[in-house]
């Protein structure tokens, strides 16, 4: 399988893989997560519910194991997402609003999230806050 674009080291990111993993098993649209194949899900299923989920190691193994480059992206904005989400609830309380964009434009704007391991919130900030 593909090769982790992150390494999953906190116990809350650890927490909030764990969340994810779940709620795709959970998923009646994805019957089949993460292989195609069911008798592998069935066994990724199974190492996965077997697994000391209290570490970390062992949960990227699993993840390196059984994940595609899309299925580790997901995985990671997920975890961007909930520290994004903590951030705000916490400290930096900023009014969120919603922008409709063409799909070339959020393309570009995922493929430098992905890239700077970044949402894309912060993209936009980075790149054009200097004007």
Request: hydrophobic residues 35%.
């Amino acid at each position: 399988m593909a090769r982790p674009k992150f390494i999953i080291e906190t116990k809350e990111d650890t927490r909030n893989a764990i969340n994810w993993i779940r709620g795709q098993f959970d998923n009646v649209f994805k019957f089949n997560f993460p292989c195609e194949d069911f008798e592998q899900t069935d066994k990724a299923k199974d190492e996965f519910y077997n697994l000391d989920k209290k570490d970390s190691s062992v949960l990227n193994g699993w993840c390196e194991k059984w994940f595609d480059n899309q299925q580790w992206i997901k995985l990671k904005g997920s975890i961007r997402a909930k520290r994004l989400k903590k951030k705000r609830d916490f400290s930096e309380v900023e009014k969120v609003i919603t922008v409709n964009l063409t799909e070339s434009s959020y393309d570009i704007l995922k493929r430098i999230s992905i890239r700077d391991s970044v949402t894309l919130s912060e993209v936009i900030k980075k790149y054009l806050s200097r004007m």
